[in-house]
């Protein structure tokens, strides 16, 4: 016969495996944000209000609509740019890589 510890950490672990099972689509939106918050884009940016940076809500909305926007996103969070949200730059991002700028580019989209 199992011990009620032994019982309640079985069900502790399966519960903790379905949680953690959750869809691909809510895995990559945790995943850009983490992303978004280790590099430090959260620094200048916010997902919903604007303040250093575009809010990234606002990112998303004015792309929706162009086919190559993750792309154009990519090569922006990598090489940075000047004058399409106002006269303060964004950096280039030299530290992270492309598969990176690629993850934190299609989460940017998600956000509209």
Same mark, same amino acid.
């Given at each position: 016969m199992r011990?009620?510890? !032994?019982?309640a950490? $079985?069900?502790?672990v399966a519960l903790g495996a379905a949680l953690s099972a959750g869809s691909p689509a809510a895995n990559a939106e945790a995943a850009g944000l983490a992303l978004a918050q280790q590099q430090n884009c959260m620094s200048c940016h916010s997902v919903t209000r604007s303040f250093?940076?575009?809010a990234? !809500?606002?990112?998303? $909305?004015?792309?929706a609509g162009r086919e190559d926007a993750a792309t154009y996103l990519q090569h922006k969070i990598l090489d940075g740019s000047t004058g399409v949200w106002g006269p303060?730059?964004?950096p280039a991002n030299t530290q992270l890589t492309p598969?990176?700028?690629a993850t934190l580019a299609?989460?940017?989209l998600t956000l509209k």
């Open positions: 011990s009620k510890s !032994h019982t950490l $079985a069900a502790a250093m940076g575009p990234l !809500h606002d990112v998303a $909305a004015k792309y303060v730059p964004m598969d990176q700028a299609s989460w940017v």
